[in-house]
């Protein structure tokens, strides 16, 4: 199914306000913009900024350790898989202060704050003095770096839709919006580039699941079943998603180990342990199964572990956790009665 089938090959911003290639703000048109919003939106703007370079200081590091994760996963979870430096925030002075100083005594605007997880040590320090305060290798602050530059473009995307007249989409209304792009839309600050996409996706994966949901004969009266039709047949007895990561929805599968349908006993209880520890994120807690407790290493092309339906199945067969998806390629679960909502983020 095509995006097009959606009208989904219109740019992004097909409303007012879209921008250019390139559009960037220097600090003071920053500075100057930011002052004009609420303080509610402020505030918004502050958390979102904190909480990205929170995601993306994690995930660097992650990844450096060999984890493969989706960008969008919560940086609590990322946390868990680490045992050194955290983001513990940035603080803004609006001018070089002396009131603010790095590490080295240097006077500064924005200082960064780390903390070790291991030792609780907490480092002060501006962002070009990140390596030479942690001792994080060269390669991987080269890609903090990168990602908290990406969040910068983030806020100057936003800030410049505002000046140029963005307009919400209604027909973005149809999806269910995450509570951090609906508080968004509430202070009317305009959606990101990405927050767009997400949603739009959102509704082309509820349209499918709309007409899997069709039964089989009205479906062949619109042409021939597709393989996703058949997964009820070639795995007779399991939940359709479950099915669907099984065989051909994660594409070719990087490697021959094949899917468990069954959660190893001598898993189980570090699964339950992770969880109650904080861990919702069942991507992560697979990528802990595989590095600490010898569960099989094996991936779909994606990436994705293929132990992520069985977790997943396991965890649904226990009412005292309930499930529901983060993005489309993860799922959580958290400690309260079983929900009716296990779904597609297994494929």
């Not at 919003?37 to 995930?59: I, V």
């Not at 350790?65 to 925030?89: H, R, S």
């Not at 609006?94 to 590490?103: H, I, N, S």
């Not at 140029?164 to 999806?175: A, E, M, Q, T, V």
């Amino acid at each position: 199914m095509a995006w097009s089938d959606y009208e989904e090959d219109k740019p992004l911003n097909w409303r007012q306000g879209r921008l250019e290639p390139g559009d960037r703000l220097s600090v003071q048109e920053r500075d100057e913009r930011l002052a004009a919003l609420t303080g509610d939106q402020q505030s918004y703007l502050q958390s979102m900024l904190t909480r990205g370079r929170r995601t993306r200081f994690a995930n660097s590091l992650a990844r450096a350790k060999g984890y493969q994760i989706p960008e969008d996963t919560d940086p609590e979870d990322l946390e868990q898989m680490l045992d050194e430096w955290v983001y513990a925030g940035f603080v803004d002075g609006g001018q070089v202060t002396p009131e603010l100083r790095c590490e080295c005594g240097r006077a500064l605007r924005y200082r960064h704050e780390v903390r070790h997880k291991t030792s609780g040590i907490t480092r002060y320090f501006g962002i070009d003095h990140l390596m030479e305060h942690t001792g994080i290798d060269a390669k991987v602050v080269a890609d903090i770096l990168k990602g908290f530059e990406a969040i910068d473009y983030e806020l100057d995307e936003i800030l410049l839709k505002l000046e140029k007249g963005w307009s919400f989409d209604p027909s973005l209304l149809s999806s269910p919006m995450p509570p951090e792009i609906e508080r968004q839309v509430q202070l009317e600050l305009p959606l990101l580039d990405r927050q767009i996409l997400f949603l739009r996706r959102q509704q082309v994966e509820q349209k499918k699941r709309d007409h899997k949901e069709r039964p089989v004969e009205e479906r062949m009266t619109n042409g021939p079943l597709v393989m996703d039709d058949l997964f009820g047949a070639t795995f007779p007895g399991l939940p359709q998603p479950l099915a669907s990561a099984a065989s051909v929805s994660e594409n070719e599968p990087s490697d021959s180990t094949p899917v468990p349908f069954d959660l190893p006993v001598t898993l189980q209880e570090p699964v339950l342990n992770y969880l109650r520890s904080g861990t919702k994120s069942v991507r992560i807690i697979c990528e802990l199964l595989i590095h600490h407790h010898g569960a099989p290493g094996g991936r779909f092309s994606t990436g994705k572990p293929k132990l992520f339906p069985t977790v997943c199945l396991f965890l649904e067969g226990r009412s005292e956790w309930t499930g529901s998806s983060i993005g489309q390629e993860d799922r959580s679960y958290t400690g309260k009665e079983k929900s009716d909502s296990f779904n597609h983020s297994l494929g």
